[in-house]
């Protein structure tokens, strides 16, 4: 029977719960892959099925797992994606929703500076890897990104050409990498465009940007991206759904 580390005075369901999800973030199941069902569970830690039940219940409360009708519980798959469209309206002429282009500047290994090094949990000044990633609605530049990464986890992008792999980068960490951005916490603040981003935005300086600052963790809540998006203010708008 696999041990159960961590406080033994815990219920058993928390010490399965903890267990549980740091087999999920070492990729014992994948995103979209069905865990194995409460009986199996049960049987490998010989436990009651109710108290495995428990410890699935607490991960599923918490987005980490999601159960499906008739077909079992599964690793819950975040989708990013569409996350600009709270935050930023970017349409077509006719006004229909659109996703801008990606394209990548630069991928470059550079010590960390303070405020990455602080949110992603490294001593600054270490090894890390620099993103610089704009967005485009046709020829016009409409968001600016910088993205940190902690460099002993992201070594193979330093390694492939990622503008020939899609517009999308948490799939490309997890095929290349094996780091599965699960969750994520935003912070949205404005400031005025400085000289560099002036010219990446094609804006004048000083123009009002909005900046989302985006931490994402893996299922164990271990920092792995740390960015800084800005983008045209005339693009901005916020929406929440208040019940």
Known sequence: MPQ??????LPRYQLLRDHLL???????????????TEAALASEFEMSVGTVRKAVDALVAEGVLERQQGRGTFIRRPQFHSSLFRFFRFETANGERVMPDS??????????PSAAAHAL?????ADAIRILRIRLLGAQPVLAEEIWLPRHLFQPLLEVEL???GPLLY??????CGQVVAFAEEVLTAEAADEAHAQLLQLPVDSPVV???????DYAGKPLEWRR???????????????
């Open 171 to 176: 799939p490309i960490y997890e095929e290349l």
């Open 22 to 36: 740091a087999q999920i973030a070492n990729n014992r199941w994948r995103p979209g892959e069905a865990i194995a």
């Open 163 to 165: 503008n020939q792999k």
């Open 229 to 243: 998006s800005r983008g045209h203010a005339q693009h901005f708008r916020y929406r929440v759904d208040i019940r």
């Open 4 to 9: 159960l580390s961590g406080d033994a005075r």
């Open 211 to 217: 900046v989302i600052e985006r931490l994402a963790r």
């Open 103 to 112: 394209r990548i500047l630069c991928v470059e290994p550079v010590p960390a």
């Open 121 to 125: 949990g490294v001593p600054v000044g």
